[in-house]
């Protein structure tokens, strides 16, 4: 068995299709790809800030969405130019058509004898980032190196922006707020709220998490349904904000999954993530109630994942707050993590 080697997967979508950093016959020969992804539990967007280093300029146009479109004049078009006394030369018209490009990062450790192995590559990468591009893609220089640099953040194109808006008619009546009548349950405007951020919503999960915070508050139920009308009017972002935090609970977007959580929840679906005094770097950093730990590069150290960690032979419970993982092909990469006590687990809502 070789020595594990890490290895990073980029894809980048846009209007004109997917590119793919290992849709190549040796991933050994995949262009050098660093930057940093940073993750928190915080309503900030989780980003991600990606270089691509020397790219052939029909794969950098390919990622950015240049498409070039040349010209070339007719017989009778150039008889008229010539006429004229303007040039003849073919004319080359580009257009950019990137859109809303996503990209999508992957990272893990492959053996390095079996790394040209597909199925065991696929295996050993996780996805860590999910997010739409923001600033870029731009060519850069870096000493000698043409560096493609792009920024991006999870659902953050739509977070500032989003508004719920009444339909009528069969279409969108924009700039105008939508109204619930009285009756209404609680969660089915959160609902609409997260479906205008553009993620997805279980309204009968939320109705769970928030009968479960009621009843923790000493709220009572009945105020689940609303007893006056409601206008949703604005951005939703400070509405959500608002209603959550009267009831003490926190919400945090990750790889477009809208979640809500309390002081002692964990992320659903996930089993706690094993940490012990060999996977660590370095010394860990304790304060009040808090961890901090560096690791090898994991994607699985998603923020509101329960972390165990044990260390001269005592096991802590915590949740992931913050996740910071700087990267390079060329020279491997580390997680950071921002960790809080738990004091107790009661599970889920």
Known sequence: MGAPIFVCR??????GGTWDSLNIDDPREQPRIAGVVRRSLSQEPNTADVRVYNLAPDTVARITGVVTTRLDWTPAERAQLLAAGASTAP???????FGL?????????ADSETIGNDGELEAALGVGFI??????????RAGLDLVLRMLAQDAGHTLGAAEVVQQAGGGTVAHEGKSYAAGTRVSAILGDMINAIGLSSDVSQLDSQLAAAFADKGYPLS???????????????PQIEALLRNLGLRWSIQN???LILDSDSVIPGFAPLD???????GTPKEGAGTLEVSTAANPEALPGRQVDVTTEGRRVSYRTEEAETPFDTYSGAQTDMKLQELQTIPGLF
């Open 223 to 237: 105020d689940l349904v609303i007893g006056a009308g409601y206008n949703a009017s604005g951005p939703v972002r």
């Open 91 to 97: 004319l080359e018209l580009t257009s950019d058509t």
């Open 275 to 281: 940490l012990g005094s060999d996977q660590l770097i």
């Open 256 to 258: 477009g999954d809208f």
């Open 101 to 109: 490009g996503t990209i999508e990062l992957s990272w893990g450790y």
């Open 131 to 140: 997010g739409q591009v923001t600033d870029g893609p731009r060519e850069e």
């Open 10 to 15: 980029l894809r980048v979508t846009n209007a």
